[in-house]
């Protein structure tokens, strides 16, 4: 156990919905990080939060956005989900920026 | 644009023989390696990491090594067990960047023999 927690940890919905992804990162750990993972692209990351601001982005669609609150825990949001959105959405945190501790992931399954 | 990719989708093991991973990182600007185990159904889990300015560190069981001057990391666990059963990926980041997102390569299926 990782200490990352997600909700929830598996999600189906349709195209052209809109879901929300949730991330309570390890205590004490500032930074957080989305990775989406699917059979074709493997893991790629999308975007990192650190005390609560933006720092760095990835290969995150304009569809999507995350956000992180003041309790540190992150949100992913997707939008307009398409059937190539499903796939294995995994947070990370990490205290300086090195080491990432991965969360056990939501599998978002679009129809 | 750049990427880590693997030399190996799949690798077969005697149980009790050494493994050895390989991978390819091709932003010659990266700085610090992980290698990251995943279990079925799990999230990769942290197994060892280095910075640039070493080539080889040592864990329980594993061994990093990196070669800069090839781009080349290496993942070598000892005494293979069936518990290693898993996919590893190695994954680079530049942390002068301003990024801290991982690169990841594509992964390795190890596999391990009876």
């Known amino acids: 156990d990782s200490g990352v927690t997600q909700t929830p940890k598996h999600l189906i919905t349709a195209t052209g919905q809109r879901v929300t992804l949730r991330c309570s990162p390890r205590?004490?750990?500032?930074?957080v990080y989305w990775y989406q993972q699917s059979l074709d692209q493997g893991l790629q990351f999308l975007i990192q939060?650190?005390?609560?601001?933006?720092?760095a982005k990835g290969n995150i669609l304009e569809r999507f956005s995350a956000q992180q609150f003041p309790d540190l825990h992150s949100e992913l949001n997707l939008s307009s989900l398409e059937l190539g959105d499903s796939a294995l959405y995994f947070c990370?945190?990490?205290?300086?920026?090195?080491?990432?501790?991965f969360g056990p992931g939501t599998r978002l399954t679009v129809l | 644009g750049e990427s880590v990719g693997l030399h190996l989708p799949t690798l077969s093991v005697q149980e009790g023989d050494n493994s050895i991973i390989n991978c390819a990182y091709s932003?010659?600007?990266?700085?610090?390696f992980i290698w990251y185990k995943q279990e079925s159904g799990k999230g990769p889990q942290f197994i060892i990491d280095?910075?640039?300015?070493?080539d080889k560190r040592q864990g329980q069981r594993v061994t990093v090594l990196l070669n800069k001057t090839v781009k080349h990391l290496s993942l070598q666990i000892a005494a293979t067990q069936p518990g290693d059963s898993a996919v590893y990926f190695c994954?680079?980041?530049?942390?002068?960047?301003?990024?801290?997102?991982?690169?990841f390569g594509k992964g390795t299926h190890l596999i391990i023999q009876p």
């Open positions: 994954a680079e980041a530049y942390s002068g960047g301003g990024a801290d997102g991982l690169t």
């Open positions: 990370a945190s990490s205290p300086q920026g090195d080491e990432q501790f």
């Open positions: 280095i910075r640039s300015n070493m």
């Open positions: 205590s004490g750990d500032l930074s």
């Open positions: 932003n010659s600007a990266s700085d610090y």
């Open positions: 939060y650190y005390n609560g601001e933006e720092r």
